[in-house]
């Protein structure tokens, strides 16, 4: 009866190891974990199935007639099923295995033997014979093993939960460590960068420019949670630094304030406030709030020094964004863009496929032309937001000349590459409203070609995103030669967007997965000279 455990352990670990990295993918969080598991419920199913298959083949008394026949039958082929669906495959953001997930497993196995040992025990004391208590206690033990990976999604869920005391300790021992790193860094000043879109753009580009000044600390990639924070102030802040540069995420109200309590910010940047991550944010209003906790930090900071340098604090905001226009609480707030009364100001931008140049005027009147190899009116915005900050603290413009000549693309935001006739136009990080719009706009600006957009669509929209991602369709009928859409999540929406503003239905293509899409992108007019737009890349939770 041993062997039978077999299959079943074998289950629980690929099943554990799958939904472990669904959890890691949701942060932990258990909103983002059960927006998965009710968004992906086909293997949820299958193992609440097998687990039901099990218990009506072997229930004493069958409800149905010939239900044991079926269920029996049934049981071998979806424990199969399970298995061979489990095993990993490639994934676009890999599976990890730190310390919270080596804990996680602990609990999992503590779990397990919950489940098959109390059955064991308690029937080998209630049987009487031997060995028809052994019998007995190994069928009862096998039963709890059954249901154990019958609720293997929940297992998970459960786990996670039972270890939550413990992390959050390990988590305030890492925070106050970092807090203590912080506090003995004399003279460091830190700048902290939110925004719906552009800020890890601007924290690219903020740290280069900086660097012709001062030694300079970014958080790497899209290290932007707490968490991930603290890792980079424990593992490679050093006392040679001059500027901390921390880009802050959020996906929740108040999410920015537990990062500032942290860092307490000298300095802040808003680079824009839109409708992303409405389905955990609920409102436009907990958006605007949550990204101007930086700001009000960098105000409580001035008024825990008593005021005495007044000025020494700085805070930026994006006035070519309407949400922050019209929401402006803070009049002392160094304003940056193209639209007229910002503080630093660029005008005569000239885009072309090659890069774009324009002209930046200072608070003080002095005007520098700057050039970048860089594409689009976007970039514009987040090189100026950059130039604001660097310049206020002391950066000549002509030596931020030179130094955003240098600039490089940030890695799949509008990343620019070119095979052959054929120019990738990469956005796959990430996407909202009015990112998505940007990259359409900056898709419009090349000539000659044929354009082509590949997308899943929006998601984390709320309620919301049937509306964004038809719009997001119909704004892509404008400019698009071809459309292609990836997986359904949300291509029925951009589709009927694309198709009511007119665009060629027989010009739309649905593919399952990017690889399918990515080999017909290369097919169509093949030969000719063409731009691609690839605007967002679900992360594997989202399928």
Same mark, same amino acid.
């Given at each position: @009866?041993?062997?039978?455990?077999?299959?079943?352990?074998?289950?629980?670990?690929?099943?554990?190891?799958?939904?472990?990295?669904? %959890?890691?993918?949701?942060?932990?969080?258990?909103?983002?974990?059960?927006?998965?598991?009710?968004?992906?419920?086909?293997?949820?199913?299958?193992?609440?199935?097998?687990?039901?298959?099990?218990?009506?083949?072997?229930?004493?008394?069958?409800?149905?007639?010939?239900?044991?026949?079926?269920?029996?039958?049934?049981?071998?082929?979806?424990?199969?099923?399970?298995?061979?669906?489990?095993?990993?495959?490639?994934?676009?953001?890999?599976?990890?295995?730190?310390?919270?997930?080596?804990?996680?497993?602990?609990?999992?196995?503590?779990? =397990?033997?919950?489940?098959? %040992?109390?059955?064991?025990?308690?029937?080998?004391?209630?049987?009487?014979?031997?060995?028809?208590?052994?019998?007995?206690?190994?069928?009862?033990?096998?039963?709890? @093993?059954?249901?154990?990976?019958?609720?293997?999604?929940?297992?998970?869920?459960?786990?996670?939960?039972?270890?939550?005391?413990?992390?959050?300790?390990?988590?305030?021992?890492?925070?106050?460590?970092?807090?203590?790193?912080?506090?003995?860094?004399?003279?460091?000043?830190?700048?902290?960068?939110?925004?719906? *879109?552009?800020?890890?753009?601007?924290?690219?580009?903020?740290?280069?420019?900086?660097?012709?000044?001062?030694?300079?600390?970014?958080?790497?990639?899209?290290?932007?949670?707490? @968490?991930?924070?603290?890792?980079?102030?424990?593992?490679? @802040?050093?006392?040679?630094?001059?500027?901390?540069?921390?880009?802050?995420?959020?996906?929740?109200?108040?999410?920015?304030?537990?990062?500032?309590?942290?860092?307490?910010?000298?300095? /802040?940047?808003?680079?824009?406030?839109?409708?992303?991550?409405?389905?955990?944010?609920?409102?436009?209003?907990?958006?605007?709030?949550?990204?101007?906790?930086? %700001?009000?930090?960098?105000?409580?900071?001035?008024?825990?020094?008593?005021?005495?340098?007044?000025?020494?604090?700085?805070?930026?905001?994006?006035?070519?964004?309407?949400?922050?226009?019209?929401?402006?609480?803070?009049?002392?707030?160094?304003?940056?863009?193209?639209?007229?009364?910002?503080?630093?100001?660029?005008?005569?931008?000239?885009?072309?496929? =090659?890069?774009?140049?324009?002209?930046?005027?200072?608070?003080?009147?002095?005007?520098?032309?700057?050039?970048?190899?860089?594409?689009?009116?976007?970039?514009?915005?987040?090189?100026?937001?950059?130039?604001?900050?660097?310049?206020?603290?002391?950066?000549?413009?002509?030596?931020?000349?030179?130094?955003?000549?240098?600039?490089?693309?940030?890695?799949?935001?509008?990343?620019?590459?070119?095979?052959?006739?054929?120019?990738?136009?990469?956005?796959?990080?990430?996407?909202?409203?009015? /990112?998505?719009?940007?990259?359409?706009?900056?898709?419009?600006?090349?000539?000659?070609?044929?354009?082509?957009?590949?997308?899943?669509?929006?998601?984390?929209?709320?309620?919301?995103?049937?509306? *964004?991602?038809?719009?997001?369709?119909?704004?892509? =009928?404008?400019?698009?030669? *071809?459309?292609?859409?990836?997986?359904?999540?949300?291509?029925?929406?951009?589709?009927?967007?694309?198709?009511?503003?007119?665009?060629?239905?027989?010009?739309?293509?649905?593919?399952?997965?990017?690889?399918?899409?990515?080999?017909?992108?290369?097919?169509?007019?093949?030969?000719?000279?063409?731009?691609?737009? %690839?605007?967002?890349?679900?992360?594997?939770?989202?399928?």
């Amino acid at each position: @009866m041993i062997l039978l455990f077999l299959p079943l352990i074998c289950l629980a670990i690929l099943g554990l190891r799958y939904y472990t990295h669904m %959890l890691q993918l949701s942060s932990y969080q258990f909103q983002g974990y059960f927006r998965f598991l009710r968004t992906n419920w086909v293997k949820p199913l299958f193992h609440l199935l097998f687990m039901i298959s099990v218990f009506m083949a072997f229930a004493p008394v069958p409800v149905i007639k010939g239900i044991q026949l079926v269920a029996a039958i049934a049981i071998f082929p979806i424990l199969i099923g399970l298995i061979i669906a489990h095993i990993p495959r490639k994934a676009k953001k890999k599976f990890v295995v730190t310390d919270r997930v080596k804990r996680l497993f602990i609990t999992y196995a503590v779990l =397990a033997l919950i489940m098959v %040992l109390v059955p064991y025990i308690v029937v080998r004391i209630l049987s009487g014979d031997e060995a028809y208590s052994e019998i007995n206690s190994m069928l009862f033990a096998l039963f709890g @093993m059954v249901i154990y990976c019958g609720l293997l999604p929940f297992v998970t869920a459960l786990a996670n939960l039972i270890n939550k005391p413990i992390e959050n300790r390990i988590n305030k021992w890492f925070i106050d460590d970092a807090k203590r790193i912080l506090r003995e860094h004399e003279g460091l000043r830190i700048i902290g960068i939110t925004g719906s *879109y552009g800020k890890t753009s601007v924290k690219y580009y903020l740290t280069t420019l900086l660097s012709e000044g001062f030694r300079v600390l970014m958080t790497p990639e899209s290290y932007n949670t707490p @968490m991930g924070i603290v890792r980079t102030i424990r593992e490679h @802040m050093q006392p040679t630094h001059e500027i901390f540069v921390c880009e802050m995420g959020a996906r929740h109200l108040h999410d920015i304030k537990e990062i500032t309590d942290i860092v307490h910010p000298d300095d /802040g940047i808003v680079t824009s406030i839109g409708p992303q991550h409405l389905e955990t944010f609920h409102s436009m209003e907990n958006i605007i709030s949550t990204k101007y906790e930086l %700001l009000d930090a960098v105000d409580e900071k001035e008024k825990a020094e008593g005021g005495k340098q007044k000025g020494k604090h700085l805070k930026f905001v994006n006035y070519d964004n309407e949400v922050i226009r019209e929401n402006m609480k803070y009049p002392d707030a160094v304003t940056y863009g193209m639209s007229e009364g910002s503080d630093y100001r660029a005008t005569d931008v000239k885009v072309t496929g =090659a890069g774009t140049a324009f002209t930046v005027t200072a608070p003080g009147g002095e005007s520098a032309e700057f050039t970048t190899k860089l594409v689009g009116e976007h970039n514009v915005q987040n090189i100026l937001g950059a130039i604001a900050c660097a310049n206020s603290l002391g950066i000549p413009m002509t030596k931020l000349k030179m130094a955003v000549r240098r600039l490089q693309s940030v890695p799949h935001r509008l990343e620019l590459t070119r095979h052959g006739n054929v120019s990738i136009l990469d956005d796959a990080y990430n996407a909202n409203p009015n /990112g998505a719009k940007v990259a359409l706009n900056t898709l419009s600006l090349f000539e000659n070609c044929v354009k082509i957009l590949v997308t899943p669509g929006m998601v984390e929209l709320g309620d919301k995103a049937k509306e *964004y991602n038809t719009a997001f369709g119909a704004q892509a =009928a404008a400019v698009c030669d *071809y459309i292609i859409l990836v997986g359904n999540v949300n291509s029925a929406d951009i589709k009927k967007g694309a198709v009511d503003a007119g665009f060629d239905p027989e010009k739309i293509f649905v593919k399952n997965t990017f690889n399918e899409a990515s080999a017909l992108m290369y097919e169509l007019d093949a030969g000719r000279e063409k731009v691609i737009l %690839l605007e967002n890349d679900l992360p594997d939770n989202y399928k």
